[in-house]
């Protein structure tokens, strides 16, 4: 409707059929090719939506177990201050 205003206000109103004809079928075809663009920004926005907050799968890697047993073995500091603490010299 605003595109039509535009043009309308830029242009006088065609008195003839044939012209009134030209300038539905344009205006129409400008309308199908909008709406197809408006499905397509649609789309993309729930794309990005469902990428940024939708749910991921985490898939285990046989890498992230060693790392976890890197941890477990290696001595936590406050541990081994605590321990030193309590040594009997």
């Known amino acids: 409707m605003l595109l039509y205003t535009i043009a309308m206000a830029n242009s006088a109103v065609p008195t003839s059929y044939d ?3 030209t ?3 344009s205006q129409q075809a400008q309308m ?3 709406q197809d ?3 397509t920004l649609l789309e993309q926005i729930r794309l990005s939506r469902h990428q940024h ?3 991921r799968s985490e898939a285990f890697n046989i890498d ?3 790392l976890l047993n890197q941890e ?3 001595q936590n500091p406050y541990t081994q201050c605590r321990d030193s603490d309590h040594a009997v010299h």
């Open 72 to 74: 477990n073995n290696s």
């Open 53 to 55: 907050f939708g749910a």
């Open 23 to 25: 300038l539905y079928e």
């Open 37 to 39: 663009f408006m499905q």
């Open 19 to 21: 012209a009134l004809l």
């Open 64 to 66: 992230q177990l060693s």
């Open 32 to 34: 199908l090719h909008l």
